[in-house]
């Protein structure tokens, strides 16, 4: 198995266990549902990431630091996350409510390739960073400031709900040969036992850099 179907492997593992186990333990007694993706905003049947059309040259690697979704006003620093000792991708601390992570040993936002980022969508207290990712819409604005001081610029190319069950991994994971994105939360219905169901995924792709 080559390294990126490993990091796919451990990424949706690590997801299903952000997205499950610890709401389980600590999800709050009063929930209102997070917003769920509408169908117009899914990619077109049979259409599927782009294959790099009017994308921006993609930039040199550099960690991110801060994420902004100006449409969902999500505006939070960011933190690497590893994998543990058990292969799972180590979840963002929970009890902070607005704090993002992504895969430290994958591609940084902004270089070639596919980046993973990911939120909880809430915690015993109420909604977390990426409550709602599920209302973003085609073509909203991803602004990730990086460490070498400049800030790569994202469009949104689809938002989708997918069972955990039927996580389709490649289209997610898979490298690009451009500079895309992925934003990844919990979503779907919710079970107290199971916790969510789902994930909504936010694919976008590097227009801009400043």
């Known amino acids: 198995m080559d390294r990126t179907a490993l990091r796919s492997r451990a990424w949706l593992a690590g997801i299903v266990a952000l997205c499950g186990l610890w709401l389980v333990h600590n999800g709050s007694a009063v929930r209102t549902a997070a917003p769920q993706p509408a169908t117009a905003e899914a990619f077109t ?8 059309t009017g994308t921006t040259r993609p930039l040199g ?4 630091v801060r994420i902004r979704v100006p ?12 994998l543990g000792a058990d292969g799972r991708l180590a979840a963002p601390p929970a009890s902070d409510r607005n704090l993002a992570g992504w895969f430290e040993d994958g591609t940084p936002p902004g270089a070639e390739g596919t980046a993973i980022v990911a939120g909880h969508v809430d915690n015993a207290e109420g909604p977390s960073v990426f409550y709602s990712l599920g ?13 070498d001081g400049r800030t790569a610029v994202f469009s949104v190319d689809a938002v989708e709900l997918h069972d955990k069950d039927d996580f389709p991994d490649e289209r997610v994971y898979d490298a690009t040969p451009y500079a895309s994105l992925r934003l990844i939360t919990c979503g779907g219905g919710f079970n107290r036992e199971t916790g969510y169901q789902g994930n909504v995924v936010a ?4 227009t801009g850099v400043r």
Do not use: C, F, N, Q
Not at 45 to 52: F, H, I, L, S, Y
Not at 135 to 147: F, H, M, Q, T
């Open 71 to 82: 449409a969902i006003g999500v505006d939070a620093p960011m933190t690497g996350l590893g």
């Open 135 to 147: 209302s973003l819409k085609k073509g909203a604005r991803v602004e990730v400031d990086r460490g």
């Open 45 to 52: 049947a049979g259409a599927g990431p782009r294959t790099g």
């Open 203 to 206: 694919y976008a792709h590097l």
């Open 61 to 64: 690697p550099a960690a991110p």
